[in-house]
């Protein structure tokens, strides 16, 4: 039986945007592990919108976000979300913005993500 997201989009766009940072670190835990992540198509539609440079504010986060089939060890998603953090502190610390990092560090997790399955997909 597939884990439900048990984090969920918010009202605000600082929520979604956590939302995001979190998606992100399950989805690159995920392409490290023995586990399939599953995105529904708005967050996929959002994810896309960010890894493509646009501004996502206007699109809602109304679906169930993703299912989790397999195993995932904790240990590979707190080492996920180490980097992904790590890697929006390096942005602040180079005096961008923290929503702006945030949104770069999601959508490079995205593309990452993306170009890894795109690879399967051809083998």
């Known amino acids: ?9 918010g009202r605000t766009r600082r929520e979604n945007l ?8 399950l989805i690159q835990a995920a392409d490290a592990a023995p586990a399939d992540v599953t995105l529904d198509a708005d967050l ?7 890894a493509r440079g646009e501004d996502t504010g206007d699109l809602a986060l109304t679906g169930k976000g993703f299912e989790l089939h397999g195993p995932l060890a ?6 996920a979300i180490d980097e992904l953090t790590a890697n929006v502190r390096a942005w602040t610390e180079a005096g961008e913005d923290i929503d702006a990092a945030v949104r770069e560090v999601v959508a490079d997790s ?12 051809f083998s």
Do not use: N
């Not at 904790?74 to 080492?79: L, P, R, S």
């Open 44 to 50: 996929e539609r959002v994810l896309a919108a960010l």
């Open 18 to 25: 956590r939302f995001l940072f979190f998606c992100a670190a």
């Open 74 to 79: 904790a240990d590979t998603f707190a080492d």
């Open 110 to 121: 995205y593309r990452r993500h993306r170009a890894k399955t795109s690879a399967y997909a």
């Open 1 to 9: 039986m597939p884990l439900q997201s048990s984090v969920s989009p």
